[in-house]
């Protein structure tokens, strides 16, 4: 399926009010360079309806100096096809420029073996997909960024986090070494992360509720601690430089996280 024109129109508006208000005010004097983020809902944008469900993309800016924008392009349910396929990538490859990035997270969707709108098999199609992004993000002068996906909470009867997205990660991780792309090994980071907080504490960093009890998407504390590897990470590959990044090691107040009603962020 293949978005309208005005469908595209919208999600090109709906990442620019949010980049504006995270980051600040474009300063006079030139073209600051902007950090776009492809991906599902574990880094998406989240609004009042849904709240305190909470992507990590919501947080992502509280980690980047002033001078680096982020358009959030993340969109629930969908995987590296789905994205191509709606048309989305072609939103962002409209509006990225030389000097940009295009960071890519996929795979909780990819996953679904049932749905053929959705499903990639990790050592063909999902490489092919990304291949897409490298590909039109390198054409236009952007710099590619792939980024493993986030891990779910799950522990085995132990207490040990155990990996839940099976050969994906590491199909990305090839594909970021034959490709010369730089990755970001979220995945690793955050099973570690989940093993060290353990099966209780990490109750605290998803979306866990009076009535719900979700083990993939984040609450506020979540957000910000995946958002915090996310930049970290950009920091140890050397895309960002430390002039670049900011509070890596301060706490970031919940209270930063906002959710936006949909209309209002959608321009409609």
Same mark, same amino acid.
């Given at each position: 399926?293949?978005?309208?024109?005005?469908?595209?129109?919208?999600?090109?508006?709906?990442?620019?009010?949010?980049?504006?208000?995270?980051?600040?005010?474009?300063?006079?004097?030139?073209?600051?360079?902007?950090?776009?983020?492809?991906?599902?809902?574990?880094?998406?944008?989240?609004?009042?309806?849904?709240?305190?469900?909470?992507?990590?993309?919501?947080?992502?800016?509280?980690?980047?100096?002033?001078?680096?924008?982020?358009?959030?392009?993340?969109?629930?349910?969908?995987?590296?096809?789905?994205?191509?396929?709606?048309?989305?990538?072609?939103?962002?490859?409209?509006?990225?420029?030389?000097?940009?990035?295009?960071?890519?997270?996929?795979?909780?969707?990819?996953?679904?073996?049932?749905?053929?709108?959705?499903?990639?098999?990790?050592?063909?199609?999902?490489?092919?997909?990304?291949?897409?992004?490298?590909?039109?993000?390198?054409?236009?002068?952007?710099?590619?960024?792939?980024?493993?996906?986030?891990?779910?909470?799950?522990?085995?009867?132990?207490?040990?986090?155990?990996?839940?997205?099976?050969?994906?990660?590491?199909?990305? &991780?090839? #594909? +970021?070494?034959?490709?010369? @792309?730089? !990755?970001? *090994?979220?995945?690793?980071? %955050?099973?570690?992360? $989940?093993? /060290?907080?353990?099966?209780?504490?990490?109750?605290?960093?998803?979306?866990?509720?009076?009535?719900?009890?979700?083990?993939?998407?984040?609450?506020?504390?979540?957000?910000?601690?995946?958002?915090?590897?996310?930049?970290?990470?950009?920091?140890?590959? &050397?895309? #960002? +430089?430390?002039?670049?990044? @900011?509070? !890596?090691? *301060?706490?970031?107040?919940? %209270?930063?996280?906002? $959710?936006? /009603?949909?209309?209002?962020?959608?321009?409609?």
């Amino acid at each position: 399926m293949s978005l309208t024109r005005r469908q595209v129109a919208s999600a090109a508006l709906a990442a620019v009010p949010l980049t504006i208000a995270a980051t600040g005010t474009a300063q006079a004097g030139g073209r600051r360079s902007t950090l776009y983020i492809a991906g599902d809902s574990t880094a998406a944008q989240k609004y009042a309806d849904a709240a305190p469900e909470t992507g990590w993309g919501m947080a992502f800016p509280f980690f980047l100096h002033k001078g680096r924008l982020v358009a959030n392009h993340a969109v629930n349910g969908r995987s590296s096809k789905s994205f191509v396929d709606e048309g989305r990538l072609d939103v962002i490859l409209a509006a990225i420029r030389p000097g940009d990035f295009l960071l890519v997270q996929f795979a909780h969707n990819d996953e679904k073996v049932t749905d053929p709108a959705r499903y990639t098999e990790p050592w063909t199609t999902y490489q092919d997909y990304l291949r897409l992004y490298v590909d039109g993000a390198r054409a236009r002068g952007a710099r590619p960024v792939l980024v493993t996906p986030v891990e779910r909470r799950r522990f085995d009867v132990g207490g040990n986090a155990v990996p839940s997205h099976g050969d994906y990660p590491a199909a990305m &991780r090839a #594909l +970021a070494e034959e490709e010369g @792309v730089a !990755l970001l *090994d979220v995945q690793a980071l %955050s099973l570690g992360l $989940w093993q /060290e907080l353990g099966v209780e504490g990490t109750k605290a960093y998803f979306n866990w509720t009076a009535t719900e009890q979700d083990n993939t998407h984040f609450n506020p504390p979540g957000a910000i601690a995946v958002a915090r590897l996310v930049a970290r990470e950009l920091l140890r590959t &050397r895309v #960002l +430089a430390p002039r670049d990044v @900011v509070r !890596l090691d *301060d706490d970031i107040p919940t %209270s930063w996280i906002t $959710w936006p /009603e949909a209309a209002d962020a959608a321009g409609a």
